[in-house]
Nanobody, 119 residues
Framework: QVQLVESGGGLVQAGGSLRLSCAASGRAFSSYSMGWFRQAPGKDREFVAAISWSGGTTYYADAVKGRFTISRDYAKTTLYLQMNSLKPADTAVYSC????????????WGQGTQVTVSS
């Protein structure tokens, strides 16, 4: 089992920055890759960014490439999403997820944290 708890969401003006955190517990932190997803009102959940179990490889959605940075801290067993140059279109509930090695789908999900970007 992996427990995931997000924090760091809030209200920010367009052009501002936020850093989301996802504290993980349970299985060994290096045994799974992780990702961030978001869901805006009335829309499907969409992929934002992912990072490999080793931290050596990252992936980004085109909509956030160059503005968001995903990282993970093994000592703190925490996943981060640094979000810069935020836009109103980034408004959504952001959730972190963990995918065990060998899994096709993400196995564990956090509850999510709200990010609201005002224009």
């Amino acid at each position: 089992q992996v427990q995931l708890v997000e924090s760091g969401g809030g209200l920010v003006q367009a052009g501002g920055s936020l850093r989301l955190s996802c504290a993980a517990s349970g299985r060994a932190f290096s045994s799974y890759s992780m990702g961030w997803f978001r869901q805006a009102p009335g829309k499907d959940r969409e992929f934002v960014a992912a990072i490999s179990w080793s931290g050596g490889t990252t992936y980004y959605a085109d909509a956030v490439k160059g503005r968001f940075t995903i990282s993970r801290d093994y000592a703190k067993t925490t996943l981060y999403l640094q979000m810069n140059s935020l836009k109103p279109a980034d408004t959504a509930v952001y959730s972190c997820a963990a995918r065990l090695r060998g899994s096709i789908e993400y196995d564990y999900w956090g509850q999510g944290t709200q990010v609201t970007v005002s224009s």
